[in-house]
Structures are given as C-alpha cells and as structure tokens.
T-cell receptor, first 117, second 113 residues
C-alpha cells in the first residue's frame, strides 16, 4: 500500500507557459502533501506543505505566486509553475502522508522532470 | 540547528561488503529518523526508520544504528549487491506540527560486482 502517483513524469515547454503537476495518493487518504524540488546530484529541498482544504505553507524563499499549490481533496494535490522560465527547470517531487494519527511516514511519488526551453 | 549532516558524499564498495553511511543532527527535538533510497529519475523510497528510544533497528539487509547522546545515526547495508547502487538520504523529523522532513545531503553508493 501507500502508492503516490505523479503526472506527468516529464514535461518540456516553452518559456512563459504555465505547467501543472498532479500528485495523487492512490490507496490512502493524504491529509498532508509536500512538494520538493531537486537539482541534479543534490538533496531534496522542501518547497511547501499543503493540508487538504487549506492554503499551502511555503518555505522561506519560495515564491507562492510562482508556485501555486492546491490540495482540494484527500487524494490530490497540484503544483502549478506559472510563467515558467529556464531557471525553473528541475525535478519536482511530491510526497503524501496519511492523516489521523501523527508519526505517519511520507511516501514519495516518482517525480516530474520539468524542462523549460 | 535544523540541518542534518550526511557523509560520505560518495562511496564505492565491492559486492558483499558493508557500506556505512553516517548522519549527524543538532536539534534534539527530532524524534523520527528515516532513510530513503533513490534511483536515478525516481522518487525516494522509504527503506527503514528509527525512533530515538532504540539503539538499533534491522530490516532485512539494512540496519540503522542510533547514538542518542552523540546525536548520530548510521545506515549499514549487509551483503551489499550491485542492485543496491543508488543515492541514499538520511532525514529527521519532529513528529508534532507540520512533520516536515529535513534531509541530509545524500550519499551516492556504488557497489562493484
């Protein structure tokens, strides 16, 4: 159990366009979802934490108007990179955590590779 | 104080050897310490996790050793195989509140046949 699906797995688009990435928990309800960014050969950097039905909490230095996060249901969160530019090219990974009790592990999706031309 | 320091950055071991990856933390409020394995182009997968009330946890060929007084923990991989070649991340979390993970810098492990 605890499968997290991300879509798309890879996207290439032109500078200035907006890109939406979906993160779904397939077999459990995820009260909390997290969005990370990972540059090549580097660690995961937390961008924001989203709780179902409420506004996302962004980490320091992450532009909330640039990276729009929506967590409208217990199984779906979306990250929209608005007016994307080449410097936004990266590997974006989501994770999801079950609700209810505390101490739930985070389960990660397989990431979305975003390339902005 | 929120950092988790991981070493070494890269590690090469012969098949059957026991690679050891070390992590250290400062924040004593951390109370959950998972290890993740990541293959190229994939998301991290949870390998094993430990809480500070135990000094060792073993799951299959993976063992975590935890030293609460030294604020250090390590991952040992027994009978390592070429298929274990991946990047390994340690992490730490405070179980109350947002439960955000703080990741180490990662260790790129290569197991030679």
């Amino acid at each position: 159990g605890a499968v997290v699906s991300q879509h798309p797995s890879w996207v290439i688009c032109k500078s200035g366009t907006s890109v939406k990435i979906e993160c779904r928990s397939l077999d459990f309800q995820a009260t909390t979802m997290f969005w990370y960014r990972q540059f090549p050969k580097q660690s995961l950097m937390l961008m924001a934490t989203s709780n179902e039905g409420s506004k996302a909490t962004y980490e320091q230095g992450v532009e909330k108007d640039k990276f729009l996060i929506n967590h409208a249901s217990l199984t779906l969160s979306t990250l929209t990179v608005t007016s994307a530019h080449p410097e936004d090219s990266s590997f974006y990974i989501c994770s999801a955590s079950r609700g209810g009790r505390s101490n739930q592990p985070q389960h990660f999706g397989d990431g979305t590779r975003l390339s902005i031309l | 104080q929120q950092q988790v320091k991981q070493s070494p950055q890269s590690l090469i071991v012969q098949k059957g050897g026991i690679p050891i990856i070390n992590c250290a933390y400062e924040n004593t409020a951390f109370d959950y310490f998972p290890w993740y394995q990541q293959f190229p182009g994939k998301g991290p997968a949870l390998l094993i996790a430990i809480r500070p009330d135990v000094s060792e946890k073993k799951e299959g060929r993976f063992t975590i050793s935890f030293n609460k007084s030294a604020k250090q923990f390590s991952l040992h991989i027994m009978d390592s195989q070429p298929g274990d070649s991946a990047t390994y991340f340690c992490a730490a979390r405070i179980s109350q509140g947002a439960q955000k993970l703080v990741f180490g810098q990662g260790t790129r492990l290569t197991i030679n046949p």
